[in-house]
Every structure is written in structure tokens, then in C-alpha cells.
């Protein structure tokens, strides 16, 4: 389905409608688009019998670029890319690869073990696996019915 903008009665000065509608994008874009939204990645948290899965999309990273930190029971997830001012001959009218740095936290429940969390950064998605204390595992058992 295509989306087509309409002038509606407004006036356009003599100008192009095609022209006024690339600047107006343009304009809207720059002033009101993603720059209000804060740049942090979308997280994805599942549980398992054993574990939770914590996935957080932050592509165009090295694995160096992150810290993983715990303290008590919050985890904290940051990281920063530096980037370089190089001299180019491009001339962007508009650049938005820009993604400097993000901290994200996460309060763990009491039944993780804290020393049994492990990272693994593939194909843009950093992967987090948090253990459970075995005394948090849900245990099967039959109940006699007396």
C-alpha cells in the first residue's frame, strides 16, 4: 500500500508539490524524527527452567566495545564506540550512524546465580545467559493422592 500526501487546499507558492514535499520530509525528519528517542537497543528476555536469555539488538559493535557488570542484583549492560573524525571527501545530507553509547539495567531476581552469567556477541545481538540457583529450578515430582 502506498501512502500519497495531498496538498488539501493549501497553497503551495508555485512550487513543485514534489519539491515541497521532499523538503517538508526532510525538515520533519531532522527536527522531530529520531533524535527525541533515546538510543537505547531493543531487549528481548525469556525464561527458561534453567536460565534466562537476555538478547539486546545493538548492531555495528565489536565485542570490546561492551561491559558487562554486576552489582548486588543489578546488571548492567553499557558500551561505547568511539568514532574517528576522518578526513573524507563525501558530502552526507544526512548521516544517522551515529550510535556513540548506551547503558541498559536489568534487577536480577534472587534466584539467579550471579556467578554463572555468561556473554556471546554474534551477528549483532548480544546474548546473555543467566543461570538459576539449583534451588530455583522448578522440580517435577508426583504427589499421591492419599
Known sequence: MTLVKFANGQKNNGLNPLFTDVFDSILNDTFSGSRLVSKVPAVNIAETENEFHIELAVPGLAKEDFKINVDKNILSVSAEKKIENAATDKKYSKKEFSYNSFSRTFTLPETVDQTKIEAEYTDGILK??????????IQAREIAVK
Do not use: F
Open 128 to 137: 546473555l545467559s543467566v543461570a538459576k540457583k539449583e534451588e530455583a529450578k
